[in-house]
């Protein structure tokens, strides 16, 4: 059972890594009217948000594909060496690179100021996990470390829930692309509502592990 979990894991991660890499290849070589800049040419002038999109992109893929092998129990067994130096490198890319942009992003993010909000706290609580795990790292109190290095990857899977949302919406309603994107803004906090209940039930079955 736990061996089939992993296996889904990978299948699913896999899948939806390669659509991302797909998306952020599209940026390259760097254009500024490429797929999402489209319709970002009232801001994309801005060289500073040139910087924040293109370092947000190209870091926060990295980040993404670095996270999968991390939650996976046997792997920190077997290859603890590899398990920190990916930790080290997605910690660093995330607080150096990924959320930083991000936060830029966010404040001129499509859908107005309910949007924007969104994707500004979801920037600062990314930034804010990922912190308190690589503290607790600092400290071996490895229980919280798991729990909030879980809690920020939650947020970086933020990137494809987002979008699965928004093709759902699509969908089944008939609203308003920017009403459907004020909602999908949003779907971080359901991304973490569910690591919460995962450690609820976790502690209920006495365990704290994700994968065997």
Known sequence: MRNLRT??????MGYFNYLMLWITLQYIPIKLDAAFLNIKQNVVHLKHY???????VFS????????VPQFINSFRVLYPKIHQFL???????TLILASPSGLVMGYYGNGG????LAFVLLALFWFYFTWKGFQYAKLKEWNKHQKFMTRSYALTLSAITLRLVKFGLVHLFAWGPMDIYRIAAWTWVLNLVMVELWWYFEK?????????
């Open 7 to 12: 296996v889904l894991w990978l299948g699913i």
């Open 50 to 56: 040139q910087w924040a999109f293109f370092v947000h």
């Open 60 to 67: 926060s893929i990295w980040v993404l594909i670095l996270g």
């Open 87 to 93: 930790g080290k490198a997605y910690i660093a890319i």
């Open 113 to 116: 100021w309910i949007a924007q």
């Open 204 to 212: 209920k079955n006495s365990s704290n592990r994700l994968f065997q």
